[in-house]
C-alpha cells in the first residue's frame, strides 16, 4: 500500500508514536504519498472517523474523530510538512477536513498555510464542498 510507519501512526491515531518517528525520520518522511497518493496529513485528517468494537454480543461505536487532532497538529508542525499536497483525486486535507465538517482542523490547516482556492479532480473547491455539506445537513 505504500505506507510508511508514519502513515501507519496517523492513520491510528497514536500521536506518541507519531512524535518519536517524526523526530527520528527523514525530513521527506513527513510528505511521503501512499499508492492513492495521501500524505500522513491526509491520513489523519481523513481516515478512522468511527471505530467499531464488540463486547460480549454488543457492538460499540466510538467517535474518535477528537483523536485527529493531535495527529495533524504533530504534522503540521513539522516544517517540512505541506499541508496543500494533493492526493490522487486533487483532494488536499482542507478538502477533507470539510468534507468531515472538521472546523477545528480546517482552522489548523488554514493557520499552517493551507490554501483555501485549490479545486480537486472534480472541479470542487473547498468552498463548494461546504455548501454540499450544508445541503445536505439541511436536506435531513
Sequence with gaps: DGRTPVHY?????????LKVLLAAS?????????????TALHIAVAEGSTVVFQSVGVL???????LLQPCATLLLKNAHCDPNASDA?????????????RADIMTLLLKRGAKDSFA???GYERQEQDKRIKDKKDKK
Design 89 to 101: 483525486d486533487g483532494r488536499t486535507p482542507l478538502h477533507w477536513a470539510a468534507a468531515l465538517d
Design 26 to 38: 527523514a525530513a521527506t518522511v513527513v510528505n511521503a504519498i501512499d499508492v492513492s497518493g495521501k
Design 60 to 66: 460499540f461505536f466510538i467517535n474518535v474523530l477528537s
Design 9 to 17: 501512526a496517523s492513520a491510528a491515531k497514536d500521536s506518541a508514536s
Design 120 to 122: 480537486d479532480s472534480q
